[in-house]
């Protein structure tokens, strides 16, 4: 089943409701921030507009630099994970590439959102060994699904 290219009806409500809770169970165990943002379509390279989405949601004002971009564009059939440059620094570019062939393993198989389940946890996983929990950490970024037409 080919799914719609509407940023906004891309998921179900309980598709949406299950990846808002991948994320806030990822976040639970850091301070890091995980977002996910779907976009219709990208005229510029991937690249660019993750950056360019990176900074119109502020993800860059995250105080340890540990916030994660997930971007979906849809018409296009890409997408590509973006961390700012404390995460980054941390893991390097192997781990993103690790990440975003599991991701794509299980969009082959059409497990869209498991998936997405299963990138979310393992950026968590990582994120909670660089930045974990402490108390008094607070939810810098919404956990709700971002999307732009």
């Not at 994660?68 to 018409?75: A, E, R």
């Amino acid at each position: 089943m080919r799914r719609p290219t509407n940023p906004k009806t891309f998921l179900t409500p309980q598709e949406s409701a299950q990846l808002a809770e991948a994320i806030e169970q990822a976040e639970g165990r850091t301070s890091g921030e995980i977002k996910v943002v779907f976009v219709r379509h990208c005229w510029t390279d991937i690249r660019a507009k993750a950056f360019q989405m990176f900074k119109k949601l502020n993800l860059d004002k995250t105080e340890q630099k540990n916030c994660v971009l997930i971007l979906l564009v849809l018409t296009n059939r890409e997408f590509l994970i973006y961390g700012d440059q404390g995460i980054h620094e941390k893991v390097g570019q192997d781990f993103w590439d690790d990440v975003r062939d599991l991701m794509h393993a299980r969009f082959k198989e059409g497990k869209f959102v498991e998936g997405l389940c299963a990138g979310i946890e393992r950026i968590g996983e990582k994120l909670a060994v660089f930045f974990p929990y402490k108390a008094g950490d607070r939810d810098e970024i919404s956990d709700e699904i971002a999307h732009e037409d």
